[in-house]
């Protein structure tokens, strides 16, 4: 469900591009955004979590894993290179592009949700002998 530019809601626990512009802070935006798809690969895509794993670390495990397109693997890598420049870098105070910044978000949720139906779909579907 897509939320309007204009609306202060949040949707659901992922938002899409719309609902995360509702954001006036860029690191609101950026937190936001790549906080929930640290979940949705450590949720669905068993990457190693805890303090000493980074994000990239869990790209990198997804993409050995779950084959992942390279394309998505570029954005996925573009998005945790700005949130950890937002984070770290002292002079990088905010996005240069907010709709692409979100528009990246969504190509790669909507990847990362295909390959859990993807996923999903062969585990349903496997016949298990005990």
Known sequence: KRVPLCSSAMGSSFSSSASYLQYGNDFELV????????????TGFDVPSGKTVGLHDKITHAENTAGLS???????????????????????????DRKHFARSYDSVEKEL???L??????????????
């Open 31 to 42: 937190i936001r955004a790549t906080k929930d798809l640290e979940y949705l690969l450590e």
């Open 70 to 96: 390279k394309d998505t693997v570029k954005r996925l890598r573009y998005l945790v290179t700005i949130r950890n420049k937002l984070v770290h870098d002292h002079d990088f105070n905010r996005l240069e």
């Open 113 to 115: 949700r295909a390959k």
């Open 117 to 130: 139906a993807e996923k999903r779909k062969s585990v349903d579907g496997a016949c298990v002998i005990s």
